[in-house]
């Protein structure tokens, strides 16, 4: 069952309520939501609920109707992210695990590795125990196997995944990787999952070949319920009539499961098909249907493989999909997962390499690495579009902290009082936040880290109970009632009132607690504001989205390795001076992808540009490039490099 503490329970009365359901035979779990803490109380109903639901502290007792209970997302309402060194598994992200079947040698493990990784996995897999059908098939290196993963692992800094095949390599197993992977043959061998779940590392948890949904999830239970909540499931492929493939990825189990539990699922589509020319677009299928990520066999050369080549990508074909995949997640609302590896010379670097004067800043020790919690500024109140991109691009176990005004955000980072900062710079509909670019001009400590594109998926709100058709009022922010007027022509007896942002208007909505008004804004005001979506995307153009910047005081770090760089420069009052500058640009290759005029204050009719450019192969090209506008321009700034994630 789910007890709902009280929002003021004390410490005390929590020990209580814990005590006395341990006391009944209970296994009790605290689970600290955004807008509740529960316990999750798992065993064999032996007292009225009633007992539970009287004592000081406890709001309300909710019964768990599945038999899997701390899988339910029942019990859960929000996805879980499992956490594996810097990779975040669930939550809106993809995360991609690839490499060989088995580990063969190091320079296979070597070759795959620097492949997948540079084309975005962030997990290596790799067996070195295979459950392989025939006895006469190549059982993988065991031990050895293991070493060349971790060596290998670390190298390129990917998380290992590998299979475990039997509870006597538990102990074993655990140094050597991150991510204990149990087959589909063994998805129902209790003994083992009952000792993973004692020792807590995560778990990839595949489907059996003949499994159900529910047997399945009832494996996951078994982990949990020893104590580990770390549980990944996968897909795989079912046994079923057909013997084309060898064997029939569920995609529909993706929104299934997704719907009743809360632990992410990845999906493989190389078991899933056994057919190299059919992984890609299932693989596509599976990311559309839901997915939190993919595990896939990629192999440098699959026709010498121990192992499962007939099913192994090669590493340009896995490329291809990455960026397939990344063409599809802004749909999705989602992100590639990415684990920055070895930083690329960073800004402050560049500055203090250049010895242009304009370029002069703190050295390179004084870079600080994003840490893995801070405190991250945004313009808007909490449940604004800004909060999405802030928990996008960091996690969520950063804190977003809002802020009234975007100067507010700006100074907020000047003054350290946060790590960074989340201001909007363009919408695809609406065009650039002037007032954004006009700071960013006027703030030359504050420098561009990072860059997070967000789709703006709007949905129509208000308090349990209401309905479509009993609206009266609906409130929003004057873009947003804009960008969704073909709803109010299809409902005409609502009226469109503006208010100053969307999150507001929902903050607003909720305190009146009348059925008759709605709101107009993004899916995270309503778990912050406590009310019910009535209608999603209900946006006229689902082609939305804002890119935001990632701003932080100059001495800081680009976050992932940066692939643009911005500039901003002003001109002299000369014939063909803007086709200077970007001819200089144009001689040394660099691909523009924006330019944008703006007015200089207090100098009438004369104009700054914001240039921002691909990153060039080496960072001496662009050092030369500002060093040759600055003889044409009248002055230039790097606004930053940063990571862009595609247009
Ligand atoms: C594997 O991932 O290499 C494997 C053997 O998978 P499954 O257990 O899904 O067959
Ligand atoms: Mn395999």
Same mark, same amino acid.
């Given at each position: ?65 599945k038999p899997y209970k701390l899988a339910s ?29 088995? #580990?063969? $040698?190091?320079?296979?493990?070597? /070759?795959? &590795? *620097? ?6 996995? %962030?997990?290596?897999? !790799? ?32 998380? #290992?995944? $590998?299979?475990?095949?039997?509870? /006597?390599? &538990? *102990? ?6 991150? %991510?204990?992977?149990? !087959? ?30 529910e047997?399945?999830l009832m494996?996951a239970e ?38 009743l539990s ?386």
């Amino acid at each position: 069952m789910i007890i709902v503490l009280r929002k003021d329970v004390t410490p005390e009365q929590k020990q209580e309520t814990r005590k006395f359901l341990e006391n009944h035979g209970f296994k009790v779990r605290e689970i600290v939501g955004e807008q509740d803490t529960i316990f999750g109380a798992v065993g064999r109903l032996t007292i009225d609920t009633r007992e539970v639901e009287i004592l000081p502290g406890v709001d309300r007792v909710i019964p768990i109707s599945k038999p899997y209970k701390l899988a339910s997302r029942e019990l859960k309402k929000e996805d879980s992210i499992i956490n594996i060194g810097p990779v975040r598994v669930g939550g809106g992200r993809i995360a991609v695990v690839a490499g060989p079947c088995a #580990v063969e $040698s190091l320079e296979q493990m070597r /070759e795959t &590795a *620097e492949k997948v990784r540079e084309a975005g996995a %962030v997990m290596l897999r !790799g067996g070195a125990f295979k459950p392989r059908t025939s006895p006469y098939s190549f059982q993988g290196l065991e031990e050895e196997g293991l070493k060349i993963l971790k060596q290998v692992g670390e190298e390129f800094e990917m998380p #290992v995944v $590998s299979e475990i095949v039997g509870t /006597e390599y &538990a *102990e074993l197993m655990k140094d050597y990787v991150d %991510v204990l992977q149990v !087959g589909a043959r063994n998805m129902q061998n209790f003994e083992l999952l009952k000792k993973l779940g004692k020792i807590g590392k995560a778990v990839v948890l595949k489907r059996g070949l003949s499994a159900t949904i529910e047997e399945w999830l009832m494996a996951a239970e078994y982990l949990m319920a020893h104590g580990n909540d770390n549980v990944i499931l996968c897909e795989r492929g079912i046994r079923t009539f057909e013997t084309y493939t060898r064997n029939t990825l569920d995609i529909s189990a993706i929104p299934v499961v997704r719907k009743l539990s809360h632990l992410p699922i990845l999906v493989d589509p190389s078991h899933g098909t056994g057919l190299r020319g059919k992984v890609s677009p299932m693989a596509l299928a599976a990311i559309a249907a839901g997915a939190d990520g993919l595990m896939v066999e990629v192999h440098p050369h699959p026709d010498q493989a121990l192992s499962d080549g007939p099913q192994s990508l090669y590493p340009d074909q896995f490329e291809r999909l990455m960026r397939d995949i990344e063409a599809i997640a802004p749909v999705l609302e989602k992100e590639l997962e990415r684990t920055p590896r070895k930083r690329r010379t960073g800004l402050s670097d560049y500055r203090a390499a250049s010895g242009n004067e304009v370029l002069s800043g703190p050295a390179s020790s004084d870079r600080t690495a994003p840490e893995k919690t801070g405190l991250i500024a945004f313009q808007g109140m909490r449940g604004a579009y800004s909060e999405t991109a802030v928990h996008r691009f960091f996690g969520e176990e950063y804190q977003a902290v809002p802020c009234e005004k975007f100067e507010d955000v700006f100074k907020q980072v000047l003054q350290g009082q946060v790590d960074y900062g989340t201001v909007p710079i363009e919408n695809s509909l609406a065009g650039t936040v002037h007032e954004v670019l006009d700071l960013l001009l006027q703030y030359p400590d504050v420098i561009v880290v990072g860059e997070q594109k967000i789709r703006i998926i709007h949905s129509l709100m208000a308090v349990p109970g209401a309905e479509i058709q009993g609206l009266k009022r609906v409130y929003s922010h004057p873009q947003g009632l804009a960008q969704c007027s073909r709803f109010f022509e299809e409902h005409p007896s609502i009226e469109r009132v503006p208010f100053f942002d969307t999150a507001g208007a929902v903050a607003h909505v909720a305190e009146q607690k009348d059925l008759s008004l709605g709101a107009i804004a993004g899916y995270e005001a309503s778990r912050v504001y406590d009310v019910e979506i009535l209608k999603e995307g209900i946006e006229n153009n689902p082609r939305n989205y804002t890119r935001f910047f990632i701003i932080a005081r100059t001495e800081t770090a680009p976050i992932h390795s940066p692939n643009r760089a911005a500039l901003v420069f002003s001109t002299r009052d000369k014939p063909g001076a803007l086709f200077d500058v970007l001819k200089v640009l144009a001689d040394n290759g660099l691909n523009m992808k924006k330019l944008e005029s703006r007015p200089i204050q207090g100098r009438p009719w004369n104009y700054m540009f914001l240039v921002a450019v691909d990153m060039p192969e080496s960072q001496d090209i662009l050092d030369g490039t500002i060093v040759e506008i600055k003889k044409t321009a009248g002055d230039v700034r790097v606004l930053g490099l940063y990571y862009s994630h595609g247009d």
